[in-house]
């Protein structure tokens, strides 16, 4: 079945209103033209303006749903212009998910060109409490009526980051402690050993919600919502669905591009996130619920579907 733009704006409308907001990781996928995004405004003699659309296809994607993960904040530091330039584009009920920089939440740099000379290094400003305040919250200020949920998302630990999931909470808990109270906090984790029930409860007297996430080595999303304490704030619900368990980004990749189309089904992470959706509606607790294209092949249909089996 075809997206349905009007329909899925309709129902992301109607949900927000209730506090739960779905929507994609990043907006920015010339595949969704002609699906989501109307082809006359982005394309100049024939062809598509890649520019204009980078630009300005925000403001669109804004017409239908409420909520957006934005990647780029994780790349790079957001400045105040960036994000006023981005809440510019949407309107107030619009609420973003952003990713916390990852000058703060990687242990030691990958051996990755986009590196540099910190390639192979360990990160001296992991975890830095001034960083994080005046380098991301402060730049979030000038939009925090429109930000729904900041994530720490942490690449997968190795031994020689960490002896034990235990370290990395001593180092966790000290770093929530200093955080100034009111903002949307949620963390992801990518070590699934250490889904215990120590570190929900240091999520939970923080305040801090667990992010649900379908990734590479991590359980099942179904299945993490099973774990005793899971539920780690009392106001707050985040997930993403990015990956098939088992299935690597590149691999992903491969498969799915340009992300046009659904070319695998997957059952499993559209029910467990429709019943987060339905959990939230009926505690009456924010939720966000990202999809990715890399899922399934094109996150529009994975939503539709997902919002097929809410109640």
């Known amino acids: 079945m075809a997206f349905d733009r009007e329909q899925m704006k309709a129902k992301a409308a109607e949900l927000a209103r209730d506090g739960v907001y779905i929507g994609t990781s990043s907006w920015k996928y010339p595949g969704w033209i002609g699906l989501l995004y109307t082809r006359d405004r982005y394309e100049y003699r024939g062809k598509l303006a890649e520019a204009r659309f980078k630009r300005d296809s ?4 804004a017409e239908v749903f409420k909520t957006v993960c934005v990647d780029a904040a994780y790349y790079s ?7 006023q330039g981005l809440a510019e584009q949407v309107p107030d009920d619009f609420r973003f ?10 242990k030691r740099f990958a051996n990755l060109a986009r590196f540099g000379d910190r390639a192979g290094k360990v990160n001296a400003r992991f975890l830095n409490h001034d960083l994080f305040s ?3 919250l402060g730049p979030c200020e000038h939009i925090r009526q429109k930000i729904g949920v900041i994530i720490f998302e942490f690449s ?3 031994a020689r980051d960490y002896s034990s999931g235990r370290q990395f909470l001593a180092d966790l808990d000290a770093f ?3 955080l100034p109270e009111g903002w949307p906090i949620a963390v992801e984790l990518r070590n699934r050993s250490w889904l215990v029930p120590d570190y929900f409860r240091c999520l939970s007297s923080h305040g801090v919600a667990h992010v649900f996430n379908s990734w590479t080595e991590m359980p099942a999303v179904s299945d993490q919502m099973m774990l005793s304490g899971s539920r780690t704030s009392a106001d707050l619900t985040a997930a993403r669905f990015l ?6 980004y590149e691999e992903s990749v491969k498969l799915f591009e340009p992300y ?3 070319r695998e089904l997957r059952a499993e992470e559209r029910a467990a996130a429709a019943r987060l959706v339905n959990e939230g509606l009926a505690e009456k607790r924010r939720t966000f619920v990202f999809a990715n294209n890399r899922l399934e092949g094109q996150a529009l249909n994975t939503l539709d579907g997902i919002v097929s089996m809410v109640s």
């Open 134 to 136: 005046t380098g991301f």
């Open 97 to 106: 998910g952003l990713k916390v920089t990852d000058d703060i939440t990687i």
């Open 176 to 178: 929530l402690s200093e």
């Open 156 to 158: 997968k630990f190795h």
């Open 243 to 248: 990956l098939k368990p088992g299935r690597t």
């Open 58 to 61: 925000l403001r669109e994607y």
């Open 77 to 83: 530091f957001p400045t105040i212009q960036y994000l």
């Open 260 to 262: 046009a189309q659904t």
